[in-house]
């Protein structure tokens, strides 16, 4: 029999309420016979939010967090100096070697990377490519292969300069993108070609969005967000849609489930338009009562101007809810344009209102989009089987060569 | 003697009447900057030391008005300042959102107030919390004088607080002499060089603007627009001008030196304002005294400050399109392009000279000053 992978997953927490994908994925490795090790910058996890983790010491004690810069961490930083100091001196020496890698310098980094010392790994997966920025060059202390995973971010955020970015194109031995988006942007940001590239598309547990069948009802047609206030989701042209849609003479309801830097942007859009009493922002509600939320919904608008690939959409075709949105990143990936909903040009709110307004005037044509969203929902974005891809993709990085890094 | 009280001077550094004793308030206490905050504690400890019953009444005061009971202590240090000051003949408070923190001013001091109200401070007052909101309201029912830098703020004030003497209407002014205007002289030819002045916020509504500009040069119009300024949505709007595939065409340099912007506002052909929200812009004016047209959204004061077809173009805000055909109107026809300009600096040098805006304001203080009991 041969040894079993072994696949580090590098994270900010674990487990995190807003990451299920990884907890799935973890046990689903398990199951297979993976060895599975977890690095963790943070201690601030989710466990109480995890029923499927309680009682299981066994993946407790695969979760290794970096130590925190207190007394506590101190210590946990001794120990292991204590008990491995030929694996730290063999990292120290590493970290001194890659000192111009990494602009921290050499002590900081040791420190927050000692959770790594002595371990044998055959892929360091980073689970979002720019935490790998002080990170990535792990992959020849640990003689393994990198593989980066791409959720948008890292690509379209100025902070992120050029350097780091050839960093850890230098390093990398697999990348994985959510979106052909991204790894089509990737490319032309200079991802070399020889670079082996898989797509897995996000992915929810679609036992918690289990549509019931939609009672037919009178009154306005009732449009739905769902997501932070920000710049990126484009709610403004959102508001404007909508006041476009009552200049149509469409009854109509608009609720926005979120809160953020931008919302005073949006109460002021709003106002302009006179469209209080009709939109609305309502506080967020917790992931629990999302699914009657959409069920009470007739369509989702979702106006963002940038966006990787949006769980509040696959969850809105999971529910059965017809999607209005725009060709940002991922969506037009995730919603089939005149299938399971319309995508439109980005920043275009008149755009938005006619398709609004032709889902508005039909009920008909919204059961068959929700009916078609719900089934490309089982089909492509199943937890079990984003679980299954990414089992396939270690096995596949694995088989193949590591690149070395020039 | 006149003191004025802002959060900050730097930005807003208009020219004062001659003649007239200014103290500059330091403003409220701010962690974040040691050096104001040691002035102020250095100011607290005088001024505790030197009025010890005016400080324990203005506590009780600070516990008892429902704008000051819910903080008592940090209210009691703001209004410090004012406790044992030289009196002052007027107060002048340079935003109303900063008047609003002095709820108890007018009963500590009895010294008469003014306060200005400039723009969002009036536009977004239904956004605010009902607390500020009744601070701000009580703020403009206190002043002896209420400063508005247009007719539309006046009329927006008088809605809030009704018909009331006392509002006295002051556009804000440009030093037109020391601006040297660009020359029409050769017709200005090649790509429309488009120009704007902001602070990279929602309220300039950029976002509008590069959706129009994409617009444009789908249309086959050749410009080269340049964003001038810095703020939170700089990073996204370089990532909107990358996605728009408006690179090389359009630049967002960031934050400029001030001295810097002139030049650059005489080396364009046209000025462009996509705000949503606006008093009246400071920056438009420039571009006016520029010599330069000017787009504007009909918001606000801008309205009183150019006419449709005179100085510039006035299109409705958020309007993608109609600001889209603006600018395609404009680059179409650069002798108009020249002719509004050259209105334009005659408009600035006619109604938004300094001398105007200085000689209202003393009319103001003196106004104020006189009618104090």
């Not at chain 1, 590098?10 to 398990?30: D, G, M, N, Q, Y």
């Not at chain 1, 002021?268 to 922002?281: A, C, D, P, T």
């Not at chain 1, 299954?388 to 020039?406: K, N």
Request: glycine share 6%.
């Amino acid at each position: 029999m041969t040894k079993p992978l072994r696949i580090g997953l590098f994270v900010i927490a674990f487990p995190r309420a807003s990451e299920t994908f990884i907890v799935t994925k973890v046990l689903k490795l398990l199951d297979q016979g993976f060895d599975v090790q977890i690095f963790a910058l943070s201690a601030q996890a989710d466990w109480e939010s995890f029923a499927v983790l309680e009682g299981r010491q066994d993946i407790r004690d695969r979760v290794h967090v970096a130590p925190a810069r207190s007394l506590r961490g101190a210590l946990q930083f001794a120990g292991t100096a204590a008990r491995s100091p030929t694996a730290l001196a063999r990292l120290a020496t590493h970290r001194w070697r890659h000192r111009r890698d990494n602009p921290s310098g050499v002590v900081a980094p040791l420190y927050e990377q000692v959770m790594f010392a002595g371990c044998e790994l055959d892929i360091l997966h980073i689970e979002f490519d720019y935490q790998g920025i002080n990170v990535a060059d792990l992959k020849d202390y640990l003689s393994c292969r990198l593989l980066l995973s791409s959720r948008g971010v890292f690509q379209r955020s100025s902070t992120y300069s050029a350097k780091a970015r050839d960093y850890l194109f230098r390093y990398v031995d697999g990348y994985h993108f959510i979106s052909q988006a991204l790894d089509d942007n990737a490319h032309r940001l200079g991802l070399p070609a020889d670079v082996p590239c898989w797509r897995v598309e996000p992915a929810t547990d679609l036992s918690l969005f289990e549509p019931e069948p939609r009672a037919l009802r009178s009154g306005p047609v009732r449009i739905v967000s769902i997501g932070r206030l920000v710049w990126s989701k484009g709610y403004e042209f959102a508001v404007d849609a909508a006041a476009q849609l009552r200049a149509r003479g469409i009854a109509f309801t608009y609720e926005i489930y979120g809160e953020g830097p931008y919302e005073q942007a949006i109460r002021f859009g709003i106002r302009e338009h006179h469209l209080e009493g009709v939109v609305r922002i309502v506080r967020p509600r917790p992931r629990h009562e999302i699914p009657a939320i959409l069920a009470s919904a007739d369509i989702m608008l979702h106006a963002a101007i940038d966006e990787g690939f949006s769980n509040a959409v696959i969850e809105a075709q999971a529910m059965e809810l017809p999607v209005v949105t725009t060709d940002a990143g991922g969506l037009p990936e995730n919603v089939e344009d005149g299938v399971t909903g319309y995508v439109v040009p980005r920043r275009d709110p008149v755009a938005l209102a006619e398709r609004l307004a032709v889902l508005a005037g039909d009920p008909a044509l919204r059961q068959r989009f929700g009916t078609a969203g719900r089934a490309r929902a089982l089909a492509r974005f199943d937890l079990e089987r984003q679980a299954e891809a990414f089992v396939e993709l270690y096995r596949d990085l694995a088989s193949r060569p590591r690149r070395s890094a020039r | 003697m006149l003191a004025r009280q802002d959060g900050d001077w730097a930005l807003f550094p208009e020219p004062l009447p001659p003649g007239l004793e200014v103290e500059i308030l330091p403003p409220d206490i701010d962690l974040r900057t040691p050096s104001r905050t040691l002035a102020m504690a250095r100011g607290t400890l005088r001024s505790v030391a030197r009025a010890r019953g005016a400080v324990a009444s203005l506590y009780r005061d600070c516990r008892a008005d429902p704008l000051t009971a819910d903080e008592p202590a940090r209210n009691l240090l703001r209004h410090l300042p004012f406790c044992a000051r030289r009196r002052a003949d007027v107060i002048h408070f340079e935003f109303l959102g900063t008047g609003a923190m002095y709820p108890l001013v007018k009963k500590l001091t009895g010294v008469p107030t003014v306060v200005s109200c400039r723009g969002s401070d009036i536009h977004l007052f239904e956004l605010r919390g009902d607390q500020l909101q009744a601070s701000m309201l009580r703020c403009l029912r206190d002043a002896a004088a209420v400063h508005c830098v247009s007719r539309e703020i006046a009329d927006n004030v008088e809605r809030l607080i009704g018909p009331r003497p006392g509002i006295w209407i002051n556009r804000p002014a440009v030093d037109v002499a020391a601006i040297e205007p660009r020359s029409w002289d050769a017709p200005s030819k090649g790509p429309l060089k488009i120009v704007s002045v902001g602070r990279l916020s929602w309220h300039k509504a950029f976002d509008y603007f590069l959706a129009a500009l994409s617009r444009v040069a789908r249309q086959g119009v050749e410009f080269e627009a340049t964003i001038l300024g810095d703020g939170e949505l700089l990073a996204p709007l370089r990532f909107s001008v990358a996605d728009l595939g408006l690179e090389g065409k359009v630049h967002l340099p960031g934050a400029v030196k001030p001295d810097s912007v002139l030049d650059r506002l005489r080396d364009a052909d046209v000025f462009v304002l996509p705000s949503h929200n606006e008093g009246v812009s400071n920056a438009a004016l420039e571009a006016m005294a520029c010599a330069l047209p000017v787009i504007s959204t009909c918001v606000g004061g801008m309205p009183e400050a150019l006419r449709e077809g005179v100085e510039g173009l006035l299109v409705p805000p958020r309007d993608i399109e109609g600001l889209a055909t603006a600018i395609c109107q404009l680059a179409m026809d650069r002798p108009r392009c020249a002719a509004m300009g050259l209105a334009a600096r005659r408009r600035v040098e006619a109604e938004f000279s300094l001398e105007r805006q200085v000689a209202t304001f003393e009319d103001m203080y003196q106004s104020v000053a006189r009618s104090a009991p």
